[in-house]
T-cell receptor, first 116, second 112 residues
Framework: GAVVSQHPSRVICKSGTSVKIECRSLDFQATTMFWYRQFPKQSLMLMATSNEGSKATYEQGVEKDKFLINHASLTLSTLTVTSAHPEDSSFYIC????????????FGPGTRLTVL | AQSVSQHNHHVILSEAASLELGCNYS??????LFWYVQYPGQHLQLLLKYFSGDPLVKGIKGFEAEFIKSKFSFNLRKPSVQWSDTAEYFCAVIKSDYKLSFGAGTTVTVRA
């Protein structure tokens, strides 16, 4: 149980375009989902926390207008990278916390974004 | 500010050797502690976790970790590693706001 999926797993786009990444909890309801960014050979950095039905909370230094997060249902959160630039190229990982286990997070497989 | 420190950036060892990865955190309140593993090309997987109770926690694949409150440490151990243990290992602490803070990670390379 506690499976989290992400789609797409890999995306290449041109500079200036927007990219949407989906995060789904497949077998549980997730009241909270998290979005992380991981640079090569580095740790995961929390970008934002999203709660179903409310606005996402962004970490310091993360542009909320650039990284749009929507958590429309208890099983789906989306991250949209708007007007992507090469420096946005990274590995984006989501995690989800089950409704009754708020202090645990289950991670998706990640999405590799390359902006040309 | 809370931080998680992993002392070893890269560990190289031979099969059957013992492994210990250090992890310290700086947070005075109640903590929940985790070790995650990321195998090459795969996503993060939970190795083990500590919430309360017995400070010696056993996880999957023969890993264990010991929570020493007085030292703010949560070191990961495995008595005898295998080639398949080659991976990136992350220590993480969850705060009262349910946000995970990750250490920088330790790359473990096991030579056959």
């Amino acid at each position: 149980g506690a499976v989290v999926s992400q789609h797409p797993s890999r995306v290449i786009c041109k500079s200036g375009t927007s990219v949407k990444i989906e995060c789904r909890s497949l077998d549980f309801q997730a009241t909270t989902m998290f979005w992380y960014r991981q640079f090569p050979k580095q740790s995961l950095m929390l970008m934002a926390t999203s709660n179903e039905g409310s606005k996402a909370t962004y970490e310091q230094g993360v542009e909320k207008d650039k990284f749009l997060i929507n958590h429309a249902s208890l099983t789906l959160s989306t991250l949209t990278v708007t007007s992507a630039h090469p420096e946005d190229s990274s590995f984006y990982i989501c995690s989800a916390s089950p409704r009754d286990r708020g202090n645990e997070q289950f991670f998706g497989p990640g999405t590799r974004l390359t902006v040309l | 500010a809370q931080s998680v420190s992993q002392h070893n950036h890269h560990v190289i060892l031979s099969e059957a050797a013992s492994l210990e990865l250090g992890c310290n955190y700086s947070y005075g309140g109640t903590v929940n502690l985790f070790w995650y593993v990321q195998y090459p090309g795969q996503h993060l997987q939970l190795l083990l976790k500590y919430f309360s109770g017995d400070p010696l926690v056993k996880g999957i694949k023969g890993f264990e970790a010991e929570f020493i409150k007085s030292k703010f440490s949560f070191n990961l151990r495995k008595p005898s590693v295998q080639w398949s243990d080659t991976a990136e290992y992350f220590c993480a602490v969850i705060k009262s706001d349910y946000k995970l803070s990750f250490g920088a990670g330790t790359t473990v390379t096991v030579r056959a």
